[in-house]
């Protein structure tokens, strides 16, 4: 059975970095696409940055140039690294995979002030 | 970048039927966008009932069923239950871009 672990959430200063883990199981990231996502306090959901399959990456104008997704296959864990944070970046951030494996995890809450 | 829609609330009674859709504005919604219907309860966490237009994954009751009408992404719940009052996101692939409509609140009453 898949399963996503986020980890990394905490309060955050403005223009600070803050790095976001997903640790997957029972899937391999390797070859598979993943995306995260955040959802800010009584938002909808938002896609933050995608990684294709064929290694392509996405990111939301909101957070291009800020934030970067990279994959460790060796550990099977999604990383988000995350900077210049700024406060309408507070969020929970999901990460989900794509297809068959569109589990989504139960999130780690980003909180950026001052 | 492409603006999807949906409708902002629906309300159907239990036993019913009721049908969302999602639209895009680059033109008609094709499985190319690989369409995903996703469903979040308050507090809790999402969870995909539909993807790939119509794919369900083993948590997914068999109510739930996707298609392509009308040059939309659709989700038609048949037979709603009290436990299907939820949010429900569309989200739509644009080769490495991947959209989220607004959401559609879903009340069973």
């Known amino acids: 059975e898949v399963h996503f672990l986020e980890s990394g959430g905490t309060l955050a200063q403005p223009g600070g970095s803050l790095r976001l883990s997903c640790a997957a199981s029972?899937?391999?990231?390797?070859?598979?696409?993943m995306s995260w996502v955040r959802q800010a306090p009584g938002k909808g959901l938002e896609l933050v940055s995608n990684?294709?399959?064929?290694?392509?990456?996405y990111y939301a104008d909101s957070v291009k140039g800020r934030f970067t997704i990279s994959r460790d296959n060796s550990k099977n864990t999604l990383y988000l690294q995350m900077s210049s944070l700024r406060a309408d970046d507070t969020a929970v951030y999901y990460c989900?995979?794509?297809?068959?494996?569109?589990?989504w995890g139960q999130g780690t809450l980003v909180t950026v002030s001052s | 970048q492409a603006v999807v829609t949906q409708e902002p609330s629906l309300t159907v009674s239990p036993g019913g039927t009721v049908t969302l859709t999602c639209g895009s504005s680059?033109?008609?919604?094709?499985?190319?966008?690989?369409p995903y219907w996703i469903q979040q309860k308050p507090g809790q966490a999402p969870r995909t009932v539909i993807y790939?237009?119509?794919d369900k994954h083993s948590w997914t009751p068999a109510r739930f069923s996707g298609s392509l009408l009308g040059g939309k992404a659709a989700l038609t719940l048949s037979g709603a239950q009290p436990e299907d009052e939820a949010e429900y996101y569309c989200?739509?692939?644009?080769?490495?871009?991947?959209?989220f409509g607004g959401g559609t609140k879903v009340t069973v009453l």
């Open positions: 989900t995979g794509h297809g068959g494996a569109s589990q």
């Open positions: 029972g899937f391999t990231l390797s070859g598979n696409g």
């Open positions: 990684s294709v399959s064929s290694g392509g990456t």
């Open positions: 680059t033109g008609a919604v094709t499985s190319g966008h690989y």
């Open positions: 790939d237009t119509s």
């Open positions: 989200l739509l692939s644009y080769g490495a871009a991947r959209v």
